[in-house]
């Protein structure tokens, strides 16, 4: 476990964690079923190995959603696999539970206006603390260059942290 301060001066707790361990939480069956889910819902062109790096990605970020006091929220693209995985209710539950932090409840932002340069920063921080944790980021599913336009790269949801 490390502990950091931020740009605020509060302390973060970020709980470093057995990459591979997390990664393999998800049954090669339930990986399929959620890249086939995202293919079918959300993005039809996803491939296998986008949809593998995806989940991938997913598995990170609920990691550290599990683990940390800091609010964190997802790029769009991770997102539409959270939505395909919270519908397994089972295996989303066992899933939390694995991680050792808790059910991690998925909580839609309508109301924010989605201000670009606050999602980019949120997605950032998120980032910061996907890496802190040991997990490598993916530049396709956690756009943070500013290039992409923050309505197609900051979902408008978040978690809710560990207290």
């Not at 991770?78 to 991690?104: E, I, P, Q, R």
């Not at 890496?131 to 949801?157: I, K, M, N, V």
Request: negative net charge; aromatic residues 8%; glycine residues 8%.
């Amino acid at each position: 476990m490390t502990i950091r301060n931020d740009k605020e001066g509060t302390t973060v707790t970020i709980t470093r964690h057995d990459t591979i361990g997390v990664l393999n939480l998800i049954s090669p069956a339930l990986r399929a079923d959620l890249v086939t889910m995202v293919r079918e819902d959300y993005w039809p062109e996803v491939t296998e190995e986008q949809g593998n790096r995806g989940v991938d990605q997913l598995a990170a970020f609920l990691a550290v959603a599990a683990t940390t006091t800091e609010k964190v929220t997802p790029s769009l693209r991770v997102d539409l696999f959270w939505h395909a995985f919270v519908l397994h209710t089972k295996s989303y539950a066992d899933f939390c539970a694995a991680l050792g932090g808790g059910f991690v409840h998925h909580v839609p932002d309508r109301g924010s206006g989605r201000d670009p340069e606050e999602g980019r920063a949120a997605m950032r921080r998120t980032a910061d603390l996907i890496r802190e944790a040991g997990h490598r980021t993916d530049p396709e599913f956690w756009p943070l260059d500013g290039a992409a336009d923050c309505t197609q790269s900051y979902a408008g949801c978040s978690d809710s942290p560990v207290s």
